[in-house]
């Protein structure tokens, strides 16, 4: 049986629909408060994904991710690197990805130091609910196929990936650029294809190993084709958001 | 005030400052609709309880065995599937938000949430609505004390946005609606739906239960918003009653909503309810209408020292629910909420005695008979009366072009696109989005209604859409209530809903009801509300009133419009069979369902002509009900490629709608549209005769549409085209119409493009 760890905290809220999408794939997933981590961090053991959902950890009153960063990085840092270096995947979506970029677990959870990306305000300085499409680029991740696409969610207010030109080029040249947003004809565009001003329209990215992913879209919004915005007008399709979650659930079984 | 002087004269002594404060809160008109639960001499005629006689009296005629418990709870009930129930709960939060946009409409969904989550023994909010009622967003200048529309709305929006978003809730249907009159006074109203366990419905306090308080702590905001809800508001609102809004805070609620739910499923409490307005003084009033119980309100956690005993008890602090928790399990229940860091806290019992009993560090400061707390509010009949009034009713031009006219309705702030504000709300979390509220081949047309699926397990859904007209409230507003029944119901049937299994809720805002008049339109609103739920087979499952919506300035009153928002759910046995109202496929042919009648009263073309008058929508009782059951029969066997509702601006407005949210173009040709003594081509093009709509079916589908829909007026009307045009060609003059969809959608898109 292949297991995932599904986190919450104050102000998670899109904890649900993420365990609907591991157990959609086959995973038996489980979802636990923060505290009962901290209290005993040896469950970590028992689960080979871990993931940070999306929602307002603690009201992003200090920032998007920042208080719930915190805690994972001075309470909880050791059984999640011990966890990565298992071999075991991670993903952060949404909040869980500024959660893991704030905390340093992305660009890379082994290292330390300060972290060296960060999320910041959407470039249209407001909260947008809007349907994206995503290109997975030729990179290390272990949860996507070079040149596939994905259409999914976006709802975020602080979603614009920055970080110096030389980091992006850096972090490009190591294949850790996992997704960027494109148009319907698979091209890198402007607002609202990309709908928050991500520097080289990137979405996610992963770290040195392949297998913690972070990104801002929700895959767990695709769990249905009825999901999709334009679904009254063409032919059923296998949901996109679903197929991530497979391709992690296909690599853990084997 | 001598009901309570005979009472204290009686027990021979004076109240206090607590047992004032807890009767003027209980019975407050916003507590208490003491207005509409009163007999009404109507016109010389007197009708027992005015809301009993007519929205009540209705639901128990139908007496529909799928509604679980209505007018009972915090929100209505009704039967889902066979695992689960759906509660629904509307209330406004206009006063507040007159004074404090933000923090009103902040307010105002935490507080409808909270409903919710007090209803039965708890449900989970799965999707929230919100009406905006506000003053022109481009006025040129206001009365003072008073926002200025746009500021406001900005702030209105935000409100939600902020609160909604965080809680994790998708905003997935709601209106604005612009009217002079509502400058001062503005009406907000949020709307939340529940999911909850089929055995989880009903709730009852018992005997020596304990009072447990959870979640945030007691403050001194809010002080006296029941009773300023029950005023009138003026030019020192802001100055004088600031105290009384409340501060929200989504994540203290969102922490209270994840653990009350695993004490729920745990069977640790045997009834809950919310701190709405009245705070405690209220909850626990209620809660212990039939015990009585005790209440040591030095236990109450406070945010700071400070607070008088009064405050304690009837302070609006938000994000507050009561417990009513057997002894034996208060405990386990402590432990639920500790492991989450959520407060609870013991203050009082449930006694059995009768007497509400407040103590101070075991000084007794406030005993009440519940009996007279909840019973002695005297009713005093008022007085109602209503005259038709004389409506003009002027030719409507008729005009070569109506390509101006078109354009200007689409602009026009009821009509124009609210994708600001709708983007700004979250409305796909929990997953279960399955139509949208903006839609079509750009994401961008306006969807009838939203379709949710709060189980992702399965197909099943809920369609949430609403009905009002506040423009047909000047000519009649016996009209009003029955176009807005209507309205909501062609909405929730125009995406898939089951006539058959769709409940409405009441929400009426009216003015002083003191002015008999006033009252008077508020009866003959409630007497469409029973007329036309009995019509329709519709029950009404749960309402609210809010009155005294007046702004006073400059010696003048302003009244609001006569406002009633009427909210619709509907069951969706599959979303899979959900239509969408963007045109799909070249080709298709379009019909027009429902007859056209010269009724252009209250009606958006007379506004942007700016001409007053015209016969007003008039509701037809035998056929509206036909129509909504074949188009919900056709959609259910897969006929329908798409369907729009007719409303403001008629069936040019329909038309141009679908075509640009299918980004295609649309043929009319209006020969062959059903009319009713009709005549002219403006009638045709921008009447707004109810129970219409326009039906995109594909041509290997023609003949079985029509046959699904023989029995009611219907005609076939166009066919989409690849032209990118909406071309109209009249009943006999030739084209009166060909614009681009670029230009509609344009037009349609700017004015609230902020």
């Known amino acids: ?254 | 005030m001598k009901a309570i002087q005979a009472h204290f004269r009686k027990l021979d002594r004076e109240p206090t400052d607590v047992e004032l404060e807890t009767l003027a809160q209980t019975w407050s008109e916003h507590c208490k609709h003491k207005t509409l639960t009163s007999d009404v001499v109507f016109n010389g005629t007197t009708i027992p309880n005015l809301l009993k006689s007519t929205v009540f009296r209705a639901t128990e005629e139908l007496a529909r065995p799928w509604c679980v418990s209505v007018f009972k709870d915090n929100a209505g009930i009704v039967e889902f599937d066979e695992k689960f129930n759906v509660c629904f709960k509307v209330e406004t939060h206009n006063h507040p938000s007159a004074i404090d946009p933000y923090g009103g409409a902040n307010t105002g969904l935490g507080g409808v949430i909270r409903d919710v989550l007090g209803c039965g023994l708890g449900a989970r909010p799965v999707g929230s609505t919100d009406v905006f009622c506000v003053g022109p967003p481009d006025a040129a200048s206001t009365p003072p004390g008073t926002i200025h529309p746009r500021r406001l709305l900005k702030g209105l929006v935000a409100g939600v946005r902020d609160y909604g978003n965080r809680i994790g809730l998708p905003t997935v249907n709601g209106a604005v609606f612009v009217d002079e009159r509502y400058i001062g006074n503005p009406l907000v109203y949020c709307g939340t739906v529940g999911i909850l366990p089929r055995e989880k419905s009903f709730k009852a306090a018992r005997k020596g239960d304990r009072v447990v308080v959870v979640g945030g702590r007691t403050g001194r905001d809010g002080i006296h918003g029941a009773t300023f809800s029950s005023a009138e508001l003026h030019e020192k609102s802001e100055a004088v009653s600031s105290g009384a809004v409340q501060i929200g805070n989504a994540i203290v609620e969102k922490k209270v909503i994840d653990t009350v739910l695993q004490a729920r499923d745990l069977g640790l409490y045997d009834a809950i309810t919310d701190c709405g307005a009245g705070g405690l003084s209220s909850a626990v009033g209620e809660m212990g209408e039939e015990l009585g119980a005790e209440v040591d309100l030095e236990k109450v956690p406070l945010k700071y020292e400070g607070l008088t005993c009064a405050e304690i008890w009837i302070s609006e602090a938000q994000e507050r629910m009561v417990l009513s928790v057997p002894p034996e399990h208060v405990d386990r229940l402590l432990k639920v909420f500790a492991a989450e860091d959520v407060e609870a806290t013991v203050i009082g019992t449930f006694t059995g005695t009768g007497d509400l009993v407040l103590r101070y560090s075991g000084h007794e400061v406030s005993r009440l008979g519940m009996e007279f707390l909840h019973h002695g509010l005297p009713r005093e009949p008022r007085v109602a009366t209503w005259a038709e009034p004389k409506v003009s009713d002027p030719r409507p031009p008729e005009k070569k072009d109506y390509r101006e006219d078109l354009l200007k309705i689409l602009g026009s702030w009821n009509v124009c696109s609210k994708e600001w504000i709708i983007r700004q709300y979250d409305h796909e979390v929990q997953g279960g989005s399955a139509v949208k509220p903006l839609t079509g081949a750009g994401d961008d047309g306006p969807s009838d209604a939203a379709v949710l699926r709060p189980i992702l397990g399965s197909h099943r859904g809920l369609a949430l859409g609403c009905g009002m007209n506040p423009r047909y409230g000047d000519l009649d507003p016996y009209q009003m209530a029955a176009n807005a029944i209507d309205e909501a119901l062609r909405n929730v049937v125009a995406v898939g809903a089951d006539p058959t299994r769709t409940a409405i809720l009441d929400n009426f805002s009216w003015g002083n009801p003191n002015d008999p008049e006033t009252l008077g339109a508020l009866v003959r609103a409630a007497q469409a509300c029973y007329d036309m739920a009995k019509a329709y087979g519709t029950p009404f499952i749960s309402g609210k009133d809010s009155l005294n919506n007046e702004f006073r300035t400059g010696g003048k009153t302003v009244r609001v419009p006569h406002s009633l928002l009427i909210s619709a759910l509907g069951i969706v046995h599959d979303a899979r069979r959900c239509v969408t109202m963007d045109l799909k496929e070249p080709g298709n042919f379009v019909w027009l369902v429902g007859p056209t009648r010269m009724e252009l009263g209250g009606s958006h073309f007379m506004l942007v002509n700016g001409l007053a008058g015209g016969k007003v929508p008039t509701v037809d009782p035998a056929m509206g009900p036909k129509i909504l059951s074949v188009v919900a029969r056709a959609i259910s066997e897969g006929l329908v490629r798409a369907c729009h509702d007719l409303s403001e601006g008629g069936l040019a407005v329909a038309a141009a709608e679908m075509a640009f949210a299918g980004g295609l173009g649309l043929n009319m040709f209006l020969e062959q549209a059903p009319v009713k003594l009709l005549t002219g081509e403006s009638a045709l093009l921008f009447s707004e005769t109810p129970s219409r709509f326009l039906v995109e079916v594909r041509e290997r589908d023609f003949g079985k549409f029509e046959r699904a829909t023989e029995g009611v007026p219907r005609g076939c009307v166009g066919q989409v085209t690849a032209t990118g045009r909406l071309e109209l060609v009249g009943r006999g003059r030739g084209k009166v119409l060909d614009v681009s969809i670029a230009e509609l959608k344009e037009a349609w898109r700017k004015p609230l493009a902020w």
Not at chain 1, 213 to 241: I, Q, V, Y
Request: net charge positive; hydrophobic share 40%; proline share 7%.
């Open chain 1, 1 to 254: 049986m292949v297991k995932a760890l599904v986190v919450r905290t104050a102000g998670t809220n899109t904890d649900l629909e993420t365990v609907v999408a591991c157990e959609k794939a086959g995973f038996r997933a489980d979802l636990l408060h923060v505290n009962r981590l901290v209290e005993r961090p040896a469950l970590f053991g028992e689960y080979q994904l871990f993931i940070v959902p999306g929602g307002f950890s603690y009201g992003d009153d200090l920032g998007s991710g920042r208080v719930f960063a915190n805690e994972l990085r001075l309470r909880l840092i050791d059984p999640i690197r011990e966890f990565v270096r298992a071999g075991k995947l991670v993903l952060g979506i949404c909040n869980g990805f500024q959660v893991l970029v704030k905390s340093g677990l992305l660009p890379d959870p082994l290292a330390d130091g300060p972290p060296s990306v960060t999320l910041t305000f959407n470039d249209s300085g407001r909260f947008e609910d809007r349907w994206v499409r995503l290109k997975a680029m030729p990179s290390k991740c272990v949860w996507v196929t070079p040149g596939d696409f994905m259409e999914t969610a976006v709802t975020h207010g602080e979603g614009k990936f920055v970080a110096p030109a030389a980091t992006i080029d850096r972090l490009e040249a190591a294949g850790q650029v996992v997704l960027k947003y494109v148009d319907a004809a698979g091209a890198e565009s402007g607002f609202p294809v990309n709908p928050n001003g991500s520097l080289r329209n990137i979405a996610g990215i992963c770290d040195p190993t392949g297998r913690v992913l972070g990104l801002m879209p929700h895959p767990e919004k695709h769990l249905d084709w009825t999901n999709h915005p334009r679904w009254t007008r063409k032919a059923p399709r296998d949901p996109d958001g679903l197929r991530l979650f497979r391709v992690a659930f296909e690599r853990l079984s084997r």
